[in-house]
């Protein structure tokens, strides 16, 4: 029917502009990596992780959890339910940095096993994917092939897998409505800011140029797309059901087991003073709550929006 076509062509069209916009975060380390030896980077960082983490944690709550699991995610009970959740988790956050500020107990989060921004370098860097990635590039490179480089081509692949799983997210997130797509690609744009930041200094540190650095992130961005068409695909013609479960758990990793702990290693690392302290506690705030808000208030109205 002629009415199908024109929505599948609404899937396409804002599913394809959605990942483009969010692929351009790979090309953002290119301007800003001046900008991470500034004093102020470190609160601005801080700032743009609290957002990843409020939107990431949000859409994860109230849109993909909701429909994996067959609920009305705009029914008035539920989203109550999921402020009270979203209360919980803050009241223990909220808790645990006064006592550590008041009492200066900060100091063993300064031990990160990470140099600073690295955490972000893949949501799957796990041992079997460095040897995976090892393999592949004595396949390509030859036995000769620096450690270096093979850090550099691990980022890439893994950071293909990671972007293919955010297309496959967001396509069949526009399947079920123009507003959940958008709410999704909200909140994989926010978490791939620090994300593709982190990618791009560490291949620059690997001894790759800015314009390769710049090269491998938009490579390994471009899986996004083919994400997205199967996302589209399978949500139109089967129950997205298990994408969106599977969606929701991967964010609600990303956002607490990996992005929160980085967020507060970040603030022991470069805050100074109980001001200092203080400081960096408001922009977690700050950020926190502008993610979560958002996701919320797009679901409160998503029956008043019309996007065509």
Known sequence: PLGHCFQMLYFWGYGFLAVTVINL????????????????????????????????????????IPEALGLDP?????????????????????????????????????????????????????????NACVLTCRWLKGEG??????????????????????????????????????STSIAIFCEEFPHELGDFVILLNSGMSVGQAACFNLLSAMCCYL???????????FAPNAIFAIAGGMFLYISLADMFPEMNSIMATHSKGFRGRVAFFLVQNAGLFTGFTVILLITLFAGDINLG
Request: glycine residues 8%.
């Open 25 to 64: 975060a790979a090309l953002l380390g290119l301007f800003l990596v001046p900008l991470t030896k500034k004093t102020y980077f470190p609160k601005v960082l801080t700032y743009f992780i609290g957002l990843a983490i409020g939107t990431l944690f949000s859409n994860a709550v109230l849109q993909l």
């Open 74 to 130: 705009k029914d008035d009970n539920y989203v109550l339910n999921v402020v009270g959740i979203f209360g919980g988790f803050y009241i223990l956050f909220f808790t645990e940095r006064v006592l550590k500020m008041v009492l200066k107990a900060d100091t063993e989060l300064g031990h990160s096993h990470f140099p600073p921004l690295t955490i972000y370098q893949s949501l799957f860097s796990v041992k079997f994917v460095q």
């Open 145 to 182: 092939m620096s450690n270096i480089k093979t850090v550099a081509w691990m980022i890439t692949v893994s950071d293909a897998v990671h972007n293919f799983i955010d297309g496959l997210a967001i396509g069949a997130s526009f399947t079920l409505s123009l507003l959940t797509g958008f």
């Open 227 to 237: 994400g997205l068409a199967l996302g589209i695909l399978l949500g139109s013609s």
